[in-house]
């Protein structure tokens, strides 16, 4: 293989590491002050903040920390579906479902979303499948 400026080798390696994170970097300042503090340092002078009645922004982010609030999911729905029908009869489907009221407009959104992904999917399967069929007849002369 040919070499060049750019061909990397034991004697050609990068001259910057990845560097520091910002944890780190935030430790070792918090190591460097007049009066050395550590992380526990820093937690408690978190939990004692927190506990300040003027300061409600620190009490709120710690809560948050120690109880995460849930991520909302989309509810529930249930509507006439028929897994077995062509595409666009289930994105009909679909749609009435948003016009009666069953689904919401961006649940509908994501079914059709979904169901023209699966075409998709199944347009490019089938591409691979008749593509493999074709190379199988050339690599056996026919």
Same mark, same amino acid.
Do not use: C, W
């Given at each position: 293989?040919?070499?060049?400026? /750019? ?16 944890? /780190?970097? @935030?430790?070792? +300042? ?64 679909? @749609? ?18 979904? *169901?023209?992904? /699966?075409?998709? @999917? ?10 493999? +069929? *074709? ?8």
């Amino acid at each position: 293989m040919a070499t060049s400026s /750019t061909t990397f080798s034991k004697d050609q390696q990068p001259k910057r590491g990845r560097g520091k994170s910002e944890r /780190t970097k @935030i430790l070792e +300042a918090m190591a460097r002050m007049d009066d050395p503090k550590t992380q526990d340092d820093f937690y408690d002078l978190l939990a004692t903040k927190a506990f300040d009645s003027d300061d409600s922004f620190t009490f709120k982010e710690l809560l948050n920390r120690l109880s995460p609030i849930p991520k909302a999911t989309s509810p529930l729905v249930q509507f006439e579906f028929d897994e077995t029908a062509t595409a666009h009869i289930q994105a009909k489907q679909v @749609i009435k479902a948003m016009a009666d009221g069953l689904v919401p407009a961006d649940l509908g959104k994501l079914f059709v979303d979904s *169901i023209q992904s /699966t075409l998709k @999917i199944q347009e490019v399967t089938d591409i691979d499948e008749r593509l493999k +069929a *074709i190379e199988e007849l050339a690599k056996n002369g026919e």
